[in-house]
Nanobody, 115 residues
Framework: QVQLVESGGGLVQGGGSLRLSCAAS????????MAWHRQAPGKQRELVAF???????NYAESVKGRFTISRDNAKNTVYLQMNSLKPEDTAVYYC?????????WGQGTQVTVSS
């Protein structure tokens, strides 16, 4: 079965950096698009970053220029490098595989940014 395991979350001061990792198994990783979503307390989940199987990327306006999504197909892993973090980036971050007929989601990793 498909499994997505995120790591790298934690507590960081505003202006700091974190790198999230997501290891995928049970799926042909290299041919799938990958994405990161997040959900802050009391808010809806939002798409943060997307990377197609061919390497095309897309970002939420709120993170453009600060976050970078990347992937290593040899390691079946997708990353989210987060720089210049702000308190409003505090959320649970989820690694996802948007695919048909269903999406796959990891269990999430907490990112907390202090002011």
């Amino acid at each position: 079965q498909v499994q997505l395991v995120e790591s790298g979350g934690g507590l960081v001061q505003g202006g700091g950096s974190l790198r999230l990792s997501c290891a995928a198994s049970g799926i042909a990783f290299s041919i799938n698009n990958m994405a990161w979503h997040r959900q802050a307390p009391g808010k809806q989940r939002e798409l943060v970053a997307f990377m197609s199987s061919s390497g095309t990327t897309n970002y939420a306006e709120s993170v453009k220029g600060r976050f970078t999504i990347s992937r290593d197909n040899a390691k079946n892993t997708v990353y989210l490098q987060m720089n210049s973090l702000k308190p409003e980036d505090t959320a649970v971050y989820y690694c996802t595989i948007p695919t048909f007929p269903r999406d796959y989601w990891g269990q999430g990793t907490q990112v907390t940014v202090s002011s």
